[in-house]
């Protein structure tokens, strides 16, 4: 069974640009996350999707944005942006919204804006 | 809001030794969950191990085991007859029972741990 699977691994953008990444999550699941991990920063909650909707958001600017497909796949919109939007993106998905299920990750995708 | 903290930013241990990673948080709720990833250079995160806080048993996973203390909202990780192939970052994590919208993962900033052979 595949996992989580995100594309591309690796991006490079300009500053001011826009970025797009994609995720698939596990067959079966609906539930989405998105996180930063910048360096030194740890990981950083961004977005989460169940069923299509947006369930919750991190506190990060409004020119993050997503959203969730029919197929439960999602994408992260990340626009204008700026340097210190370099990091290591990660997806995660879950069986479904009810919490006591396990969160499983993708393997990223690197965002470098130069 | 729910916080986890690592304190530890590297540990290094022998090989075939036992190791144990520090981790705190601090919650006002009763029913939660705990995690341990690990994060490899290959950067995906990987289930450890995972904690119902109703339990009051610690999990064990292989040579992984946990020491969960409840009262002083303590939880860390134990790993038995290290090898070469657990050297890798690892991230405590949380996560509220309340299924809404606040149940996401809240992450520590990871500890660091290298394997000497």
């Known amino acids: 069974e595949a996992g989580v699977t995100q594309s591309p691994t690796h991006l490079i953008k300009t500053r001011g640009q826009q970025a797009t990444l994609r995720c698939s999550p596990i067959?079966?699941?609906?539930?989405v996350y998105w996180y930063q991990q910048a360096l030194g920063l740890g990981l950083q909650f961004l977005l989460w999707?169940?069923?299509?909707?947006?369930?919750n958001r991190g506190n990060f600017p409004p020119r993050f944005s997503g959203r969730q497909f029919p197929n439960y796949s999602s994408e992260l919109n990340v626009n204008a942006l700026e340097l210190e939007d370099s990091a290591l993106y990660l997806c995660?998905?879950?069986?479904?919204?009810?919490?006591?299920?396990?969160?499983?990750f993708g393997e990223g995708s690197w965002l470098t804006v130069v | 809001a729910q916080t986890v903290t690592q304190s530890q930013p590297e540990m290094s241990v022998q090989e075939a030794e036992t190791v144990t990673l520090s981790c705190t948080y601090d919650?006002?709720?009763?029913?939660?969950?705990l995690f341990w990833y690990k994060q490899p250079p290959s950067r995906q995160m990987i289930l450890v191990i995972r904690?119902?806080?109703?339990?009051?048993q610690n999990a064990t996973e292989n040579r992984f085991s946990v020491n969960f203390q409840k009262a002083a909202k303590s939880f860390s990780l134990k790993i038995s007859d290290s090898q070469l192939g657990d050297a890798a970052m690892y991230f405590c994590?949380?996560?509220?029972?309340?299924?809404?919208?606040?149940?996401?993962?809240?992450f520590g900033k990871g500890i660091t741990l290298s394997v000497r052979p």
């Open positions: 995660a998905s879950s069986l479904n919204r009810e919490s006591g299920n396990t969160i499983y």
């Open positions: 067959s079966g699941h609906t539930s």
């Open positions: 999707y169940d069923e299509g909707e947006e369930r």
């Open positions: 919650t006002s709720e009763s029913d939660y969950y």
């Open positions: 904690q119902e806080a109703y339990k009051q």
């Open positions: 994590a949380y996560r509220s029972a309340h299924t809404g919208a606040n149940s996401k993962l809240t």
